[in-house]
């Protein structure tokens, strides 16, 4: 765990902004707009690190507005050091957890890792870097680090959009200074673009058989053809 409380001038609003490498979020928590804690505003957190490792990698500021003022991530660390209204969020896609965080920057840490396992693919948390922490004034501030994924991986989102619907596998990119969801052709080019053309028309072909097949199994199938070597790298040959 770092919990580092690092150099204000590390995170000097004066020179920062969001493009295609920053974003900032008031919370990991808290609904912006209804200024409750809940799940979505996890998932959206989540979101934009994939975003950011699809792409060319990037810094997640936790606790600033879009308009750059400081908010702090103080709300948060109440959250997580009270559990009666912790309790609702430490069941993220079905993993209980059954012990309290506590209202501390490792604590902090700990929770934005275990979001990260949780609501994107197995191979997102090699991708997580630094979590650090700077005060500013008597607000503190989180960065996170989201490094870019190979060029032959890609990450994605389990993604649920109502109560009782079930959740969808998404790929996410950064584009300037927002995520986009690829779907269509967007999402094929990119999976062709990381994993080879002859294998797009391998998933073409299993999608025709099976409509309902899911971007995670065909990702899934992906990955474990690269781990038995049926497939290498760009240049993709399917056996």
């Known amino acids: 765990m770092s919990g580092n409380v690092i150099s204000v001038n590390v995170f000097d609003k004066a020179e920062i902004k969001e493009d295609q490498k920053t974003e900032f979020k008031t919370s990991i928590f808290v609904d912006p707009v209804s200024q409750k804690p809940g799940f979505r505003q996890m998932m959206t957190i989540a979101e934009t690190l994939a975003a950011f490792i699809n792409a060319e990698g990037g810094m997640l500021y936790v606790g600033i507005g879009d308009d750059k003022s400081i908010r702090g991530i103080e709300d948060d660390l109440r959250v997580l050091a009270n559990q009666s209204a912790d309790v609702a969020l430490h069941s993220v896609r079905g993993n209980d957890e059954s012990f309290t965080y506590g209202g501390t920057n490792d604590k902090y840490e700990l929770k934005v890792r275990a979001i990260v ?15 650090n922490f700077a005060k500013m004034g008597s607000k503190t501030v989180c960065r996170i680090e989201a490094k870019p994924c190979r060029p032959d991986d890609c990450v994605y989102a389990y993604c649920k959009y109502g109560p009782g619907k079930p959740e969808v596998a998404e790929i ?48 899934d199938g992906i990955r474990g053809m690269l781990a038995e070597k049926v497939i290498t790298g760009a240049a993709v040959t399917v056996t």
């Open 117 to 131: 396992k949780a609501c994107l693919s197995a191979n997102a948390s090699e991708y997580l870097g630094a979590v």
């Open 172 to 219: 996410f990119r950064r584009f300037g200074n927002q995520k986009r969801k690829l779907e269509g052709a967007e999402r094929d080019d990119f999976i062709k673009q990381r994993y080879g053309h002859s294998l797009l028309a391998r998933m073409t072909t299993m999608r025709t058989v099976d409509p309902k097949v899911s971007t995670e199994a065909l990702l």
